[in-house]
C-alpha cells in the first residue's frame, strides 16, 4: 500500500497499518451538532425470509440541544457518569412469516418490552461486578415503549410499514435526524422497498458480535420463535447505541 503522491509517495506492509479507534485529529462529527437518530434492524432467514424488522424512534439526541445538558448527549456514552445514560425508544416491529396475518401470535407487545427490561437488568449486574464494561453508563430505567407489533406475510409488507413510520415521521418537525441501518437487504434494495429512507442520512451498521447475531449462522428454533427473535433485535440496540455507533461517528 502506497500513501502520498509522486516522489514523496511510501509503501507500507499491511501488518504495518492498524485500525483507529481514537483518531488525534478530532471526531468525524462536531461536538455541538445537533441531531436526532433513529435505528432500522432487519434479521431475516436467508432461504424461507421469515424473521424480524423492526424501527427504533430514539429519544434525545446529540449535542448541545436547546433545554438539555451535555450530559444529554446520548452520542458519547463514554463521557456519561454511571447509571445515567437513557437509551429510550419506541419501537415498532414486524414479525415476518408465511400466513403471519391469520397465524399464531407467539409474542405480544407486554413480553416484547418485558424481554427489553430483563435485558436491561442483566447488562446492569454484569456491569455491577465488571468495572470496565462500556454498558455501566446505561441507566436501569431505560425503555422500551413498542408502538406496534405486527404479524404480517413478506417481507415487502414489513418494510411497506417501516415506509409509512418514516414517512410520518419526516413530515412532522424532529429536526436532522439520521438512519442507522443494520440489515441484510443491500442499500439500493433497501431504498427501493422503503422509498422514505431517502429523506435520511444513512449509517450503515454492523451487527454485533457472536454467531447468534449473524443472520448467515445463526440457528432458531422451528417453533415460538419469535421471542428469541426480539431478544436479539433488543440486544442488538442497545449494542448499537452504547458501542458500535459511538466508534464508528468517532472515526468514520
Known sequence: MEAGKGKKSKSYALSQLSSVSKPSGGEYLHRNLSYRRIFLYESLHPRNKTGLIALFIMGGGSGKRQGESVEHDLTRPSEAKENSLELNATCHFWIVKPGGSRGQKNVSIKQCETIFTQIVGQIKDMSAVDESSEYSCLA??????????????????????????LNGYAQGSHGPTLLMTNVTKPLPLLRKAVPSCNAFPLVTMPFPPGPQHNPSMSSRPALNWEPLAVQLCLEAYLYNGIISYPKRVMAA
Not at 436501569?140 to 413510520?165: I, Q, R, W
Open 140 to 165: 436501569p430505567s431505560t425503555f422500551c415503549n413498542v408502538d406496534k407489533l405486527a404479524f404480517v406475510n413478506t417481507e415487502l409488507d414489513g418494510y411497506s410499514g417501516v415506509h409509512e413510520v
